[in-house]
């Protein structure tokens, strides 16, 4: 990785490690398919987070490598994603410019609930200071090359960046979506690495999260088959492995007898015994369930003791 790092130095603005932790991943391997939709998206939060701090404007015309390598030290599926130059005063943003397009990057793949306010002030307090960088560099710019610049125009340049990320946090969604694709199947999280540093680690409750905005709730109820993983009887949540599935679904038992001893869902559970029942679903963009509503179980469903 070292290598590769230093060989980019020279033609890349910022190299980013991208760590496919868990499952599959933890044996360096992982599904070609998901690996493919998990790097069309992060090439496209990389390319328009850097290009929105060089230029102002929402695009994706910088370039993005990447490179894959077996990782030996590390029991994961390393990508190494490179952010290609282009023509552009690069001398000014100097060191800086990793660090604030890795916390633009974090803003954009946050769950944007209780951390949100956090990582927004982490982002203008980077910005900040590279304004001030900028408006240094540029000043001695300025004097070597006996021109005039403008340094409150910089300035007025990276305040304007600035109003625009959340703007690009929302229309790269669906980018973070096909970025998170191997969560829950090909790996348990994605740890995003800049400087031999990890600066996020992308979880199943943030995948959720991106998935849950745009969720869409079925009108009928439908029959599923299941096994319940967890059960909560004072509220009713828990956890459905749904047959022919891997993952675990959260799912709400509505049904009025979720909170009756030993009832059929704690039986179910108990057992580990596949239940039949009838429930209204959340459905993500690509029509899976990511939530259940349990109203009741079918009327073939079996009696525990």
């Known amino acids: 990785m070292e290598e590769i790092i230093e060989t980019a130095q020279a033609n890349c603005l910022c190299v980013f490690s991208v760590r496919y932790e868990g499952r599959d991943a933890a044996s360096h391997q992982i599904d070609l398919n998901q690996l493919g939709q998990s790097m069309q998206g992060f090439a496209r939060i990389f390319a328009s987070s850097a290009n929105l701090l060089l230029t102002g404007r929402l695009s994706t015309q910088l370039d993005v490598h990447v490179v894959s390598m077996p990782v030996e030290e590390h029991h994961c599926f390393e990508v190494i994603a490179m952010v290609k130059s282009m023509a552009t005063s690069k001398e000014l943003w100097s ?19 209780q951390d949100d306010m956090r990582y927004l002030k982490e982002t203008i307090r980077m910005a900040e200071e590279l304004k001030e960088g900028m408006a240094v560099q540029a000043a001695l710019l300025a004097q070597e090359r006996q021109h005039q610049i403008d340094v409150r125009q910089l300035s007025g340049a990276v305040e304007k960046v600035l109003s625009a990320i959340d703007k690009l946090a929302h229309a790269l969604r669906p980018a973070a979506r096909q970025a ?10 994605i740890d995003l690495h800049a400087n031999g540093e990890r600066f996020i680690s992308i979880t199943t409750a943030h995948k959720r999260a991106f998935a849950d905005a745009d969720a869409i709730v079925s009108d009928h109820l439908t029959p599923f088959t299941g096994v319940i993983s967890e059960f909560d009887m004072t509220s009713g949540t828990c956890m459905v492995t749904l047959e ?34 009838l429930a209204k679903a959340e459905l993500d963009a690509d029509g899976q369930p990511i939530k259940l509503y349990i109203s009741d179980t079918s009327e073939h469903a079996p009696e525990f003791a």
Not at 180 to 189: G, K, W
Request: hydrophobic content about 50%; some cysteine; overall charge positive.
């Open 180 to 189: 998170l694709t191997p969560i829950d199947r090909s790996c348990d999280r």
């Open 244 to 277: 022919g599935d891997a993952l675990r679904t959260p799912a709400l038992v509505l049904d009025p007898i979720f909170n009756r001893p030993n009832n059929i869902y704690v039986g179910a559970m108990a057992s580990a015994f596949p239940l039949r029942f």
């Open 95 to 113: 060191g800086a410019f990793g660090a604030v397009l890795a916390a633009v990057v974090q803003y954009v793949l946050s769950r944007r609930d």
